[in-house]
């Protein structure tokens, strides 16, 4: 099969994997209640994770100079920082047009920004070895099936209607498929521009993880509650952490 169709496939099935939340259709608001909190732990625990354990593991290895890293992490975290600032100042003064959580947005644009890159890696591995490229991809998707579901949660939480959630997730989805087409078709000029994005991406995800959930699932009164969001977390970073020895 020619390579472009293996980028295209494998860019369509990923972004599919972002309607995994809809399984939470079939539950009824109760229920739902009852395990957001926790999602949104363990959508904080995964992409700190993955901020930590995958995103600048790579940057450091590709890039080689730490201090560019480091300088590139700080500039996504201190990029979304003015973001939600300004989004928070527009949330003020727009309270009755719109009452979505400024997080939601942040998280719609830094998955959208992760997942271009993620296309970008993965359609470059195909154009390298297709076998490759394939595992690279399965790896990619492992990570992302949890985080998917996690980010669901907080849309649901920040105020979004679930099928309005399913669709923003699968739009924002629909980025990895772009990255690894632009991978194809202008892999060469752009190889050396993505490195350093990869350590801003995983500024984003610090930031979020960090400033927006945490401290949402850090307002439980109950010691049952705060138990298991501290278990939903750990299990978030876990995740990752695992995913490196499974699919070393």
């Known amino acids: 099969m020619d390579t ?5 496939g494998s860019g369509l099935l990923m972004s599919a994997i972002a ?8 539950l009824n608001k109760k229920t739902l209640d009852k395990i957001l ?19 600048l593991p790579v940057a450091l290895e590709q890039i080689g100079n730490s201090h560019k890293v480091f300088l590139s992490v ?24 719109d009452s979505k959580e400024p997080v939601t947005y942040l998280i719609l644009i830094a998955d959208g920004l992760h997942n271009f890159i993620g296309g970008l890696a993965v359609g470059g591995t195909f154009l390298v070895d297709i076998q490759l490229g394939i595992f690279t991809w399965l790896a990619a998707a492992a990570h992302e099936i949890p985080q998917e579901l996690g980010d669901f949660g907080v849309l649901v939480k920040g105020g979004w209607k679930k099928r309005k959630a399913l669709l923003l997730n699968l739009i924002s989805g629909l980025t990895f498929l772009v990255g690894g087409l632009v991978a194809y078709f202008m892999s ?15 500024g ?8 927006d959930l945490i401290p949402q699932v850090n307002k439980e009164e109950t010691i049952k509650g705060n138990i298991i969001h501290y278990c939903s977390f750990i299990a978030g970073l876990l995740l990752l952490y695992g995913l490196i020895i499974i699919l070393k």
Do not use: K
């Open 4 to 8: 472009f169709f293996w980028i295209l």
């Open 19 to 26: 309607l995994s939340g809809s399984i939470t259709l079939i």
């Open 37 to 55: 909190l926790p999602l949104v732990a363990f959508a904080a625990g995964s992409l700190i994770g993955g901020a930590l354990f995958h995103m």
């Open 74 to 97: 700080g500039a996504g975290f201190i990029t979304f920082l003015a973001l939600e600032q300004f989004m928070n100042w527009r949330h003020c003064q727009n309270r009755l047009i």
């Open 188 to 202: 060469t000029e752009l190889a050396i521009n993505t490195d350093l994005l990869i350590s801003f991406g995983a």
């Open 204 to 211: 984003n995800f610090l930031y979020i993880g960090a400033s």
